[in-house]
């Protein structure tokens, strides 16, 4: 079932039912265009003297009804201990999550508070007025330190699944097609280092496995950082999700020419997001000396992640400009993302040479 067929069914079928379900009579409905490889259909709700609505219809078979209540526990479980994240409001059964079946197909719906303010692509990439820039940095850091906090006392009724489950060297070998063997093996080698990292309770715990300016909204009036989209959470290293933190950071300097400058930017960037980090929850300098591991497992998902919308989608594999960059990486360990190597162009940022496979 694709997603086409999904929203013909829910304007055929299943819509009227949802909004009696969780009370949203009245409201106005607009769909939310899905990001490519997405997973869901994605309804806003709007209401005069209400407040707006994200609902979220899952339909795809690749997770299971305890993954979603597992998400959706700790999402409610972050919020009742203050972490800022948009909460998952109970239907009118008094259900996180509600399943409905059409054509013995089953429907995973959820609904959330729709979170103050706007992404930073929707106020153009602008900081609010009248403050540096440097507090949103320290505040991605805050927020997410938080999190993080509140995950090392979580103790989870349903439990999502581990970064290993997932990548691991058997699903490496059957995603990634076997002409790009130096790919595969790098891929395994870093899996490798990964595995030998601690697992203690102050460096792995439930992450977010997707933290960036388009899983969050920014109140422009306060500065406050409201997180959403769980759907990747799993169990990992803490140091993920800074290194995905790090990765946010490139878009403010990706055009600069001077790689000297990109650095020095780069280290004076992330040092304000740890100032941030540190003042919610600890972090281990022999977890941070890693930094550049992890940063290495970001440019791995991002590679694993095209193959498989390729796959979902069931096109042929290929290379792009943008995924023949993060494979040369990869293959010839340029670290960093290659932002500070020669392969890297701020004319033409993280694109490469299309690769034919």
């Not at 769980?230 to 290194?243: E, K, R």
């Not at 970001?298 to 995924?323: H, S, W």
Request: aromatic share 14%.
């Amino acid at each position: 079932m694709n997603y086409n067929e999904v929203l013909q069914i829910m304007d055929a079928h299943l819509l009227p039912s949802v909004l009696e379900l969780y009370g949203l009579e009245g409201y106005e409905i607009q769909l939310i265009p899905p990001h490519e490889g997405g997973r869901n259909v994605v309804y806003a709700f709007e209401k005069e003297g209400a407040d707006a609505k994200i609902l979220r219809i899952a339909f795809l078979p690749d997770r299971s009804r305890d993954d979603f209540l597992a998400e959706v526990e700790y999402i409610r479980y972050l919020f009742e201990h203050g972490g800022s994240v948009s909460n998952v409001i109970s239907s009118r059964n008094g259900n996180l999550l509600e399943e409905i079946t059409h054509n013995q197909h089953p429907f995973f719906i959820c609904l959330f508070e729709k979170a103050r303010g706007k992404m930073l692509a929707e106020n153009h990439y602008r900081y609010r007025e009248g403050a540096p820039i440097s507090e949103y940095y320290y505040n991605c850091g805050k927020v997410l330190g938080k999190l993080h906090q509140l995950s090392k006392e979580y103790t989870p009724v349903h439990r999502r699944h581990h970064f290993s489950d997932k990548f691991n060297a058997e699903y490496i070998d059957k995603l990634i097609p076997d002409s790009l063997f130096l790919l595969k093996k790098k891929l395994v080698e870093l899996l490798h280092a990964l595995e030998g990292l601690d697992r203690g309770h102050e460096t792995y715990g439930m992450i977010h496995f997707d933290y960036n300016d388009g899983n969050y909204s920014i109140d422009f009036d306060t500065g406050q950082i409201t997180v959403y989209d769980f759907d990747n959470s799993c169990f990992g290293w803490y140091m993920y999700d800074l290194a995905s933190v790090w990765g946010n950071g490139v878009g403010w300097i990706q055009f600069e020419p001077d790689a000297g400058k990109r650095k020095a930017f780069m280290d004076d960037y992330f040092k304000t997001v740890l100032e941030g980090y540190r003042s919610e929850t600890k972090l281990e300098d022999s977890m941070l000396d890693q930094l550049r591991l992890f940063i290495q497992a970001c440019v791995m998902e991002n590679i694993v992640d095209a193959f498989e919308v390729m796959k979902n989608t069931g096109e042929e594999p290929d290379c792009d400009e943008r995924l023949s960059y993060f494979i040369k990486c990869m293959e010839d360990d340029i670290p960093y993302e290659g932002l500070f190597h020669e392969i890297y162009s701020c004319e033409e940022p993280f694109e490469y040479e299309e690769r034919k496979i």
